[in-house]
Structures are given as structure tokens and as C-alpha cells.
């Protein structure tokens, strides 16, 4: 869940640059036309500059099936592009082993916590993977569990954080 409102924001912020650069780009193009633009030029052109307003009419019906289909595209793209940021985002937590997202599932780096191969089976009401690995249970993620569940304050502090 996590991963895909990261790839989302990344996503909108790629596109947000893209859409920024352009339009900026586009403003710097006028400007600079209407810099080198004079009004003897703009006279003797007159009726070619009219025409080009007035012969880009388009019908409404037109208009709002054209506004449609690029809205969706725009949305397909958009989802797209979010489904394959979250796919990149998924390989590289695969290839750096940080793809525990749960308390109990904290990595160890300690010789005490080498149980890698034992899986714990566990329900999907957390919104993570179906097992925790038994390396997350380490000596020290323990220790703070016990403190926890010994000093009731601490316990319901600790669960009200999380």
C-alpha cells in the first residue's frame, strides 16, 4: 500500500516537471515571437493571422468527445506509468531484503538471529507479505516487547503509536 502512494507521488512529480518544463518553454516561445514581432509585420499579415483564429472551429460535440478520450488517456498513461514505478519500487526492496514492514518482522544483523529459513505464518489483516521471518525476533525486538507487556502504561502507549 505504502509503496504504491510512493510510486504515485513520484509519478505526479515526474509528470508535474514534464508539464512545468513544457509549459515554460511554450511561454519562452511566445515571448520571444512576440518580442520580434512588429506592428508593420503584424498589419501586413493581418487577414492570415484572422484566418488562422477563425478557421480552427470545432463543433461541441467534437470538442467533448476529443476532451474525453484525452482525459482517459491521460489517466491510462498516468496509471501506467504509477504500475510501473511500484514495479520498479517492488524489485528493488526484493533486492535489498527491506520488504518487512511490521514490527515483529525488524531485521537482526546479529549472530543470535540467523533463523532466515523459518517462516511464521501470519493473517493479512496487517496489509504486508503472508510471513514474518523468524530473524525479525530478535534478542533485543524481544526485550522491548517484554518491557512493553510488563509496564501496562508502556503497552497501550506502544500499541496506541503504532
Not at 29 to 40: I, S, W, Y
Not at 145 to 150: H, R, S
Request: one cysteine or more.
Amino acid at each position: 500500500m505504502m509503496r504504491m502512494v510512493v510510486a504515485r507521488l513520484i509519478v505526479a512529480i515526474l509528470l508535474g516537471i514534464a508539464v512545468g518544463y513544457a509549459v515554460g518553454k511554450s511561454t519562452a516561445a511566445d515571448a520571444e515571437r512576440g518580442n520580434a514581432l512588429t506592428m508593420k509585420a503584424y498589419i501586413a499579415d493581418f487577414d492570415h493571422h484572422k484566418q488562422e483564429l477563425i478557421s480552427s472551429r470545432v463543433p461541441m460535440a467534437g470538442a467533448l468527445f476529443v476532451g474525453a478520450l484525452m482525459i482517459v488517456a491521460m489517466f491510462g498513461l498516468y496509471e501506467l506509468l504509477v504500475w510501473c514505478v511500484d514495479r520498479l519500487l517492488a524489485v528493488d526492496r526484493a533486492r535489498t531484503g527491506s520488504d518487512h514492514c511490521c514490527s515483529l518482522a525488524r531485521s537482526c544483523h546479529s549472530a543470535a538471529c540467523s533463523t532466515r529459513g523459518n517462516r511464521i505464518s501470519r493473517s493479512v489483516d496487517h496489509g504486508c507479505g503472508s510471513s514474518i521471518s523468524l530473524s525479525g525476533l530478535c534478542a533485543s525486538g524481544l526485550r522491548i516487547e517484554k518491557q512493553l507487556a510488563g509496564d501496562s502504561v508502556l503497552a497501550r502507549r506502544g500499541r496506541a503509536g503504532q
